[in-house]
């Protein structure tokens, strides 16, 4: 990422498919730190969502329901990062259904503290130009392609996890369409910035405020 812009590497790879799924599906950290390999579904291209990590003061994790009510949904992933995520799942992520897609150092949970060490993520987005970039601006990113995609709000809700009108619709004004139509614009979006990044330029990801 430091070197390009990209969520690729060269190096270690462990957390590529994390970086991806979060933005393109538009998940909280939580979200995409609870998921199972059971929820992850690449021959119909969806991700289920249906827990979520809390981390309390105490430093405890705690497993319980995502944010909001509408936070349990099944989420359509672009087939452009589904290789990656095979990858990850053939690399990193035991055989067992239950087994954590994103597993922590020792296999337990993945704590955002051990993920933004591991990853050097503060010098590593201010290498990369955008200095106070937060993981949840990946998943902003995701929401501002799926609300370019067209569609409508009730949709854009549902993709996101929201129950809350006014939170969805920070991200768009008055479109229309369903969560296949907002996979498959978000897919064009990854092709298409795979294209001009042979030409030197890379996707941009875009913090909030």
Avoid at 24 to 52: I, K, M, N, P, Q
Avoid at 74 to 97: C, K, S
Avoid at 125 to 132: N, R, S, T
Avoid at 181 to 198: F, P, Q, V
Wanted: aromatic fraction near 4%.
């Amino acid at each position: 990422m430091g070197a390009d812009g990209r969520a690729d590497c060269t190096q270690d790879r462990r957390f590529r498919a994390l970086v991806l799924l979060a933005t393109f599906a538009s998940l909280r950290w939580g979200e995409v730190s609870a998921l199972h390999r059971s929820d992850l579904d690449l021959d119909s291209g969806t991700v289920r969502v249906r827990a979520a990590f809390v981390e309390r003061s105490t430093g405890e994790l705690v497993l319980g329901q995502p944010k909001s009510k509408a936070g349990r949904r099944i989420v359509g992933i672009p087939q452009a990062i589904v290789p990656a995520l095979r990858e990850h799942l053939a690399t990193y992520v035991q055989d067992e259904p239950g087994a954590l897609l994103f597993p922590g150092a020792k296999g337990g949970p993945l704590r955002r503290s051990g993920f933004n060490t591991r990853t050097r993520w503060v010098d590593v987005v201010k290498e990369m130009g955008l200095p106070g970039l937060h993981f949840h601006d990946l998943r902003h990113t995701g929401n501002m392609l799926a609300a370019e995609s067209g569609a409508g709000l009730k949709d854009l809700m549902a993709r996101m996890g929201h129950d809350n009108v006014r939170a969805a619709m920070i991200y768009q004004h008055a479109v229309r369409g369903a969560d296949k139509t907002i996979t498959d614009a978000i897919d064009r979006h990854i092709s298409g910035a795979g294209d001009e990044d042979e030409d030197g330029s890379a996707a941009v990801l875009v913090p909030v405020g």
